[in-house]
């Protein structure tokens, strides 16, 4: 899966290349998004104050003394381990390269930086904004009144983008990339403090609910037959 990168691996034409790819096959599986999305880089700094007007009404759900700066905890947490991330309120799909990198170093291993597994982040992603094109499925979250039913929203919205992945990677013969993202998803690093990991390992059991359990239900008969507005 490993393969040469050029000095910078996410150049907006690099970026727009790898859509360009994935935005088709997205389009042949799901039928949307009829309207292409924008694609571009941005730091984890950015990207914590979009994902704190994200999160801070779900959590409030499930937590409803949370204070804000506990939400704004939560939001860095999430930006300094985000890869990519669909923004329905401007249709553009961000990469975080920044943590890209970060990882790809951390781990010595350069397929973080492959066009490949950029095309694999932008398939997940543009399923995201085919369903909210099709079903408002994002912004349907903030009308989430109970935890089990944004648990539950969540884990269509994620086991959806994974089960279109899996399905349009598989078929291009690249089941082992999505195999890497699928592990990567549940990584956690040997050398991080027990506390650390610990609160990643709890995270995980969430992610993987979502992303795993949540592909698996599309996989089954009654999952297929699924439709985000019947939820």
Known sequence: MSQENSEDPFA?????SALRWALPLVQKTTGSPRTAPQVRQATPEEMI????????????????????????????NYAYNLRG???ASDHIIYIVSENLIRRSEELTNPDYLSESYLRGI??????????????????RLATGKK????????????????????KIL?????????D????????????LSEGTKY??????????????AGRRFFETEGGRKNQFHQC
């Open 199 to 212: 609160r990643l390992l709890q995270q995980n059991n969430m992610n993987y609910f979502q992303y795993v």
């Open 180 to 191: 890497f993202i699928e592990r990567d998803i549940l990584y956690v690093p040997a050398e």
């Open 85 to 87: 991330k669909y923004s």
């Open 49 to 76: 104050p979009r994902l704190a007007n994200e999160l801070r009404l779900q959590y409030r759900v499930q937590n409803p003394s949370a204070k804000e700066s506990e939400v704004q905890e939560m939001a860095k």
């Open 12 to 16: 907006n034409e690099k970026l727009e």
């Open 147 to 166: 935890e089990h039913e944004l648990q539950i929203h969540n884990a269509l919205l994620e086991g959806h983008a994974q089960y279109v992945t899996k």
């Open 170 to 178: 598989q078929k291009e013969g690249q089941g082992d990339l999505f």
């Open 122 to 139: 932008l398939i997940h992603e543009l399923v995201h904004a085919a369903d909210e094109e099709t079903f408002h499925a994002l912004s």
